[in-house]
């Protein structure tokens, strides 16, 4: 089983809104990640957790925060966000960090 | 700097017409390169991991080779189902982890 799960399918917020992403696995994975993509773009690294550590920030904007609260969940809470942060958010999970990444299927997220 | 560059940005095929995508790598050491397929507004699925020059990796009508310098992706009697962008990526030994993507590959197969 390879599955992440992610919720919601679909967010729309306002710019003074406050809403969380969540991601969950169960494969035993100790690495974490969440990625932002924009339409016809590939994927970007946003935040890597590993054994529930955040290892690496790609220096992302504070209005963007993420939480590992254990081993198999991940959230992203959003806060102030701005119309250009509408993107598909992907958050995927690997053994370990050089091990294969395995996505999930994404939140759409509209900033209005 | 690692840098990936995946060709053609797109590509159309009849049904039954084999074709080859490319995914050409600058990296100071590989420590894996990955081939994913991602449907329009969907995450990446996983398809194939490759370690080292000269490996190879089948699944359905997919083959995946690699070489010191570029991977391919080998699509055989290609599908409608098969249409989907497909993302090359590596990660390097000196990259903290981090995966470099290309910026993909839009294929369109007709019936």
């Known amino acids: 089983d390879t599955e992440v799960t992610q919720t919601p399918k679909h967010l729309v917020m306002g710019m003074t809104n406050k809403k969380s992403l969540k991601c969950e696995q169960h494969?035993?994975?100790?690495?974490m990640y969440w990625y932002k993509q924009k339409a016809k773009k590939p994927p970007e690294l946003m935040f890597v957790y590993s054994y529930e550590k955040l290892s690496i920030n790609e220096s992302v904007p504070s209005r963007f925060s993420p939480e590992c609260p254990n081993s198999s969940l991940l959230n992203l809470h959003l806060h102030a966000l701005q119309p250009e942060d509408s993107a598909l958010y992907l958050c995927?999970?690997?053994?370990?960090?050089?091990?294969?990444?395995?996505f999930g299927p994404g939140t759409r997220l509209l900033v209005l | 700097e690692d840098q990936v560059t995946q060709s053609p940005e797109a590509l159309r095929l009849q049904e039954g017409e084999s074709s080859s995508l490319n995914c050409s790598y600058t990296v100071s050491g590989l420590r894996g390169l990955f081939w994913y397929r991602q449907d329009p507004g969907k995450g990446p699925e996983f398809l194939f991991t490759l370690y080292s020059a000269g490996e190879e990796k089948e699944k359905e009508r997919l083959k995946a080779t690699l070489t010191k310098k570029e991977s391919f992706l080998h699509i055989t009697a290609p599908k409608p189902e098969d249409s989907a962008t497909y993302l090359c990526a590596v990660q390097g030994v000196d990259s903290s982890y981090k995966l470099i993507f290309g910026s993909g590959t839009r294929l369109l197969v007709r019936p």
């Open positions: 494969m035993g994975h100790r690495a």
């Open positions: 995927a999970s690997s053994q370990g960090r050089q091990e294969t990444q395995y």
